[in-house]
């Protein structure tokens, strides 16, 4: 199994995390003063709190999953799961993207929020990779971007899933199993946790507002 995440995305989101339970934790006990619970108090409490629900969908919960069964890409709000049957082309340029059969039967795609690079920097590595390859024989990574290191890693594993037939007579069981993976497709979900994360903060926000305008 291969996980895919962004190394400075999840030191980021940690260190807010930090951040804010420390200030959390002095605005509850009054560590580096008296407490006090005001409707400003509670504002900036939830501030925090929303600021950690940003720092847990965009920071740690975006990552690329290639398993034995297929390819999980969670994105900050929303997951996509695709059977290898279902995948259809894995490519990776400024960003890592997954053709697959959705749910109705057509055509999606659904690009990974990790290791996203800008056309610029994508360009730059494609001609570095070609300054490279004139100089030397041997296979370089120096002009290779995460997002076609982690393509490889992908299309690696499916290639691994194909059916394979015996040589001679045609493989019954490789030929039942491309049979049962026509049908196979891919489902598109909203995800609970990361929507609780921001809705929740989001909703108090509202509620404070709303009370300290009327009181």
């Known amino acids: 199994m291969v996980t895919i995440r962004s190394t400075g995305g999840r030191v980021a989101a940690y260190a807010w995390l930090a951040f804010a339970a420390l200030n959390l934790a002095d605005l509850l006990f009054g560590i580096t003063g008296d407490a006090s619970y005001t409707p400003m108090t509670f504002g900036i409490g939830v501030l925090l709190l929303l600021g950690s629900g940003v720092a847990y969908a965009v920071g740690l919960r975006p990552a690329i999953i290639g398993d034995d069964d297929a390819v999980t890409i969670r994105n900050p709000l929303r997951d996509v799961r695709a059977p ?30 990790v ?3 800008s056309p610029r920097a994508q360009a730059k ?6 300054k490279e390859a004139t100089k030397q024989q041997e296979f370089d990574l120096r002009g290779r971007t995460p997002a076609a290191f982690a393509a490889q890693q992908l299309n690696e594993i499916r290639d691994r899933q194909r059916p394979r037939t015996k040589s001679g007579a045609p493989d019954r069981a490789a030929a039942a199993k491309e049979a049962a993976d026509e049908s196979a497709k891919g489902t598109v979900t909203w995800s609970v946790p990361a929507l609780a994360a921001l809705g929740v903060p989001l909703a108090l926000l509202v509620v404070i507002v709303i009370v300290g305008a009327v009181s």
């Not at 279902?86 to 659904?110: K, M, W, Y």
């Not at 590595?125 to 070609?130: H, I, P, S, V």
């Open 84 to 113: 290898w049957a279902a995948v259809r082309r894995i490519e990776g340029t400024n960003a890592v993207t997954v053709r697959f059969t959705g749910p109705d039967g057509a055509e999606l795609e659904s690009r990974a929020w």
């Open 115 to 117: 290791h996203q690079t």
């Open 125 to 130: 590595a494609e001609a570095r990779a070609r």
